[in-house]
């Protein structure tokens, strides 16, 4: 969920209009900040919406049964050039509309990263923050986006399987297409399926 969604929640919940500066005062931070978020889309954490709710004195939960909470890494980016990776564990809960993740259940595990290069372009540019839906033991669907480990390195790629190999391409012109075969196979650690893109806003 985006702050201005969450601003007019309030609103519609509190029965009044609440403003930039009000919900600045709920989340005890600036209204500058908060005017910031709004332009670059930032997601509202868990923690922000339980400090509006105390705040507003309202249940905004009830209302947004079609959100789902998941793990955002900020500060992990899953490559899409030619592999770079940045790991923390430092994560934040943050609201999601289940109508943006495709295929939604709450069976699977999701969690959000970010994009980093270009390889994937246009379907993914650099900072671009990726939904992932987890590996759950099920094959290769030809021609998805998976985030994947190879060699150490993570990826965000097209895969295909062919009986005993797998083509790693990019959507990206510049960048070849890649075939492993045999052992390496073995090798391959998918982590994903990227079901959801956000894009960044310049």
Known sequence: MKLDELLSLISNQA????????L?????????????????????????????????NINIENSIADVAYIDYYSDTFASCGNGSFV??????????????????SKNKMYSMIN???????????NGDRLIVEHWDGNQIQDDKIYVFCYNNEV????????????????????????????????????????????KQLV
């Open 115 to 125: 994009a980093s290069g270009n390889s994937m372009s246009p379907t993914i540019d």
């Open 24 to 56: 600045a005062d709920s989340l005890g931070i600036t209204r500058q900040t908060i005017s910031n978020r709004i332009k670059k889309e930032s997601e509202v954490t868990v923690s922000e919406l339980k400090r509006a709710e105390e705040y507003f």
């Open 15 to 22: 029965g009044k209009t609440v403003n930039q500066t009000m």
């Open 155 to 198: 990826f965000v790629k097209r895969l295909s399987k062919n009986l005993d190999e797998i083509i790693i391409k990019s959507d990206n012109p510049e960048y070849r297409t890649r075939t492993i075969s045999g052992k390496p196979v073995e090798e391959l650690i998918l982590i994903g399926k990227i079901i959801a893109t956000f």
């Open 87 to 104: 790991f923390s564990d430092e994560k934040t809960k943050i609201a999601i509309p289940t109508s943006l993740i495709g295929g939604f």
